[in-house]
């Protein structure tokens, strides 16, 4: 039989397994929600956001009101 002290390593891998089990699961079923809500975009919508210059953030960023300052 297994004492305390060898009882708790099975039960704390046990618990990490179902962790894990429980979150596969889940993490499916959330990307399974997501493809049925998702439409793909038309090609002019994937030429719009090819022609759209990218964001510039940071500190560094220089926007409108920064410059007129």
């Known amino acids: 039989m297994l004492g305390v002290v060898g009882l708790l390593p099975v039960l704390a891998g046990a618990a990490v397994v179902a962790a894990l089990c429980g979150a596969s699961s889940g993490w499916t079923r959330v ?3 997501q493809a049925a809500r998702s439409v793909a975009l038309t090609a002019g919508e994937e030429a719009a956001v090819a022609r ?17 300052r």
Do not use: K, L, N
């Not at 964001?55 to 410059?67: E, L, S, Y």
């Open 52 to 68: 759209t210059p990218p964001p510039i953030t940071g500190p560094g960023a220089r926007t409108a009101d920064r410059v007129a």
């Open 31 to 33: 990307e399974a929600w």
